[in-house]
């Protein structure tokens, strides 16, 4: 079988240009993994979510004393006492709830509640 000469050619140029495309997509163009989306997603929903967090505190007329028992604990726990306290929104999904609790604490200790 006679193959056209043009195939070799044709076919480097057609993989060059696939890789061209791919490195310049991912380097220039802001092109992103999934894994890449999906935690700027996530931080995205902890950025929205903190702040909820921190409204429901300052609104809980039993925060001074919350607060307290917050900052007598160890960091691990902490996580388990913003729970009980119910100011962390809603039913978190697992993984978001550290990051939102990490969150609203350094956002509780910032504004000096």
């Known amino acids: 079988m006679v193959k056209p ?7 480097v140029g057609a ?15 802001g092109w992103e993994l999934r894994s890449g989306v999906r935690r700027a ?15 429901q505190a300052m609104a809980d007329p039993a925060r001074a004393v919350k607060l307290a028992a917050l900052r ?3 960091p691990p726990t902490q996580l ?4 009980e306290t119910g100011w962390l929104p809603g ?8 990051a939102v609790a ?10 000096g509640a």
Do not use: N, S
């Open 5 to 11: 000469e043009w195939i070799v050619p044709g076919a």
């Open 15 to 29: 993989l060059a240009g696939v890789l061209l495309t791919a490195a310049t997509g991912f380097v220039w163009a």
């Open 41 to 55: 997603a996530e931080a995205e929903v902890v950025r929205a979510l903190v702040p909820l967090c921190v409204d």
């Open 72 to 74: 007598q604990d160890a």
């Open 80 to 83: 388990e006492i913003l729970i």
């Open 91 to 98: 039913a978190l999904r697992a993984g978001f709830d550290r």
């Open 102 to 111: 990490q969150g609203c604490i350094a956002a509780l200790w910032t504004r």
